[in-house]
């Protein structure tokens, strides 16, 4: 929100009865590589748009409030909350969600690591994770610090501190935070 | 949710048009506040203005040695920026220990400085709360007051708010900039842009209604160590209980501001002379008309001993 909000009309002693009918908008970006052109109402966030429109089922609604990470998707190269965005807002978007990753039969290094170091347990949280992992080591490559970067002059690097701070959007409820750390970890050496 | 009409205009004079014809319009840009009130029909906008198009995302330098931050630069791209970090840095600092990577990425300057409280009876709409519909009382007078305001609350309210940047803001003297729709430009000065709660405390701000805000001026850098210290529930993405944002030499001198304290970033420039004395000599003026609830008279030692901990760190 970047202002107030605008008086409400003063012309009329009482308030006009506030219908709330839907109102319909168009929104055209690209998911996962494919052009997507949708009609929606304005008040669709990414995630549902993703979820009920494009039946892209593997973003997650956790608290549908910004704070659990369940529904991470990465917009133009950047993780976000798609739970509080608004799909309209993001005409021309590049989208990637953890379908987009990778699929069963050939999965991102993340998503193999994960598996490998059993980085979830119930799974629902599980592909904000991987979503929120991914962009976090492109955030580090990037040299963007986080509140634990001792050093705001220098790089930061990938530790288990700087993982597990960059990572505190994503709520684990069955714990499998250290697992993801150690996959994070994996992925960053390989690449390194 | 409730209906709304959506538009996406291209200058801000445009912008703050929309704003000013439309009854009950309000501006969007991160939209990561604004969209968690309206899911919770705290916020109920009839339209949204949706400002991500008009630019206002650059970090320029300004002639007398400061810098001009403008309104839609995101929270991370203002931590990362080089002149940030070098000569700012209790703002990168204090962006950083702001809400979680993801947030960072949506959160924009201005949408910051206009956050609304986490007070739990402004969020929970069974409850009184003068904020959020005036007039009709505050649950957390009687209520748990553990998170909330101990100075400059009133008998209406006694939420806090709830930012770290605009605390670091505060010390670094910021100006915030705003045009509205017609064409008039303003220059806030960041100690007057919020407001305490009085008798209206559903005003946060002193933004005109329907201005825009462009930019966030700060002056030429401040020498000294920056620092910022959080003190909080969990290591990480929790609101400040107490904050220090503060500018120190090593023979003690500086600036200093509280946050999680007050509806506002709490600074009293006039006991900002006594640092060179310790934390006590400071924070017992600078709290001197603190009205703490039972739940909440901790957090006057805990604005000591993090200042304490703040002026450690400078010496160090």
Redesign the interface.
Known sequence: ?????????QDAGVRAE?T????L?TVTFTVNGQRRDLEL???T?LLDAAREHLHLTGSKKGC???QC?AC?MIVDG????AC???A??H?GAEIVTIEGLGQPDNLHPMQAAFVRHDGYQCGYCTPGQIC?GV??LE?IR??????V?AD??AAPQVTEAEI???????ICRCGAYSNIVEAMTEVAEARA | MKSFTYERPSTPAEAAAAVARTPEAKFIAGGTNLLDLMKLQIETPRHLVDVNGLGLDAVEPTEDGGLRIGALVRNTDLAAHPRVRTDYGVLARALLAGASGQLRNKATTAGNLLQRTRCPYFYDTAQACNKRRPGSGCSALDGVSRQLAVIGASDACIATHPGDMAVAMRVLDATVETVDAAGTERRIPIADFHRLPGDDPARDTTLAPGALITAVTLPKPVAGTHIYRKVRDRASYAYALVSVAAILTRDGTGHVAFGGVAPKPWRVEAAEADLPKGARAVTAQVFADAKPTPENAYKLKLAERTLGAALNQARA
Request: charged share 25%.
């Open positions: 929100m970047v202002g107030a909000t605008a008086p409400a009309r506030r709330d009918e839907p109102v908008a109402d304005t008040r966030s549908d409030h910004g990470g991470t950047r993780r976000i909350n509080l965005t608004l309209i807002m005409q929120s962009a976090v955030e990037a040299g963007i610090p986080s509140h970067t705001l002059g597990r701070e960059r990572m505190s959007g994503n």
